[in-house]
């Protein structure tokens, strides 16, 4: 079984800093690139971030320059290092993998929660 579990979201005030952590288990964790999604409220779930089985990063505009996504392979693990955050970063934070970049996202985590005061 595939699981995706986040942690290390909080409350943070405007220019703090938070990581993010995805464990994932039941999957060749290596083989998967992973990305990273938030939903605000109201708002669509949007793709920000991914990193590719191969360590190749990507960003969206909004978050370049702030937000860094690396992966542990020996812990399974992928990180997203959050600096100098804003109030509009508010959003639940998620997960996912895939085999290949031409693959939809298949699996997904819970997400985490952060919350960015101003």
């Known amino acids: 079984q595939v699981q995706l579990v986040e942690s290390g979201g909080g409350l943070v005030q405007a220019g703090g800093s938070l990581r993010l952590s995805c464990a994932a288990s039941?999957?060749?964790?290596?083989?998967?690139?992973m990305g990273w999604f938030r939903q605000a409220p109201g708002n669509e779930r949007e793709w920000f971030a991914s990193?590719?089985?191969?360590?190749?990063?990507e960003y969206a505009d909004s978050v370049r320059g702030r937000f860094t996504v690396y992966r542990d392979t020996n812990k399974n693990t992928v990180y997203l290092q959050m600096n100098s955050l804003k109030p509009e970063d508010t959003a639940l934070y998620s997960c996912a993998a895939r085999l290949s970049p031409f693959d939809v996202y298949k699996f997904w985590g819970q997400g985490t929660q952060v919350t960015v005061s101003s």
């Open positions: 039941g999957l060749g964790f290596s083989s998967y690139g």
């Open positions: 990193i590719s089985s191969r360590s190749i990063t």
